[in-house]
């Protein structure tokens, strides 16, 4: 079992910055892909990043490439999200995932075994 606990979201204005968190817990966490979706009401989730568990590979959703961040620490069990140059769509819940055995679908929810409860990002125009 992995426990994943998010925070760092809250309310900015349009061209703010935000960085959310991600503490993992449970298993080795330099064994694990760590993700991030969001989910605005009404929409299916959907991917934002994601780093390898090898740091290899990075991935963007194309909405937020060249603005947003992702990054690890694996001395503290964490994964960042920079999120940098905020607009209003950018609104919604963000989750941290965690992926311990990847089959290559990296913006696919059911890639990831493990998720947090979310951190709600919030940009006002």
């Known amino acids: 079992q992995v426990q994943l606990v998010e925070s760092g979201g809250g309310l900015v204005q349009a061209g703010g910055s935000l960085r959310l968190s991600c503490a993992a817990s449970?298993?080795?966490?330099?064994?694990?892909?760590m993700g991030w979706f969001r989910q605005a009401p009404g929409k299916e989730r959907e991917f934002v990043a994601r780093?390898?568990?090898?740091?290899?590979?990075?991935y963007y959703a194309n909405s937020v490439k060249g603005r947003f961040t992702i990054s690890r620490d694996n001395a503290k069990n964490t994964v960042y999200l920079q999120m940098n140059s905020l607009k209003p769509e950018d609104t919604a819940i963000y989750y941290c995932?965690?992926?311990?055995?990847?089959?290559?679908?990296?913006?696919?929810?059911?890639?990831?075994?493990?998720w947090g409860q979310g951190t709600q990002v919030t940009v006002s125009s």
């Open positions: 995932a965690a992926d311990p055995n990847y089959s290559g679908s990296y913006a696919y929810t059911g890639e990831y075994d493990y």
């Open positions: 449970g298993r080795t966490f330099t064994n694990l892909g």
């Open positions: 780093f390898s568990s090898n740091g290899g590979n990075i």
